[in-house]
């Protein structure tokens, strides 16, 4: 049996499979997230001055550290997915999984950043565990 859904109200479907089906989104986080403004916030740009430009970060990072060290750990990111991704529902029982993250010289505050948003946009539920794999770092 089928029946129409009504995105967003928390509540579970069933659908000719029999399978039931869940409105993962989290819809007030999404919508504090819309609400930031700040350097760097929903992914645009970071306006550097003349003095903050300095090539040396490129060099030892591939990418500026300066701004990285200046861009909130908790920041917003633009929904860059399909809009029919945005209204997907997902089986209500999905497994948890590892989350491995191997990084070497990695700047600290964009490694800092990925783990806070795996886990301030994932339900902890799904998360057995985030392992970190240094290889060979020599900082």
């Not at 970060?57 to 917003?76: C, D, Q």
Request: charged share 30%.
């Amino acid at each position: 049996q089928t029946f129409q859904l009504g995105l967003g109200d928390g509540q579970f479907y069933s659908w000719t499979d029999g399978l039931r089906r869940k409105d993962w989104h989290d819809y007030e986080s999404i919508q504090k997230e819309a609400m930031r403004s700040g350097k760097g916030e929903h992914g645009k740009p970071y306006p550097l001055t003349e003095e903050d430009r300095d090539d040396s970060a490129y060099r030892e990072n591939g990418f500026n550290i300066f701004v990285s060290n200046n861009i909130a750990l908790e920041r917003s990111l633009p929904d860059i997915r399909h809009a029919n991704c945005k209204h997907k529902m997902y089986l209500e029982r999905l497994p948890n999984t590892s989350i491995i993250i191997p990084f070497h010289n990695e700047g600290w505050t964009s490694l800092l950043r990925t783990i806070h948003s795996i886990i301030n946009r994932t339900p902890e539920s799904l998360i057995a565990e985030i392992i970190l794999v240094d290889d060979f770092s020599d900082r």
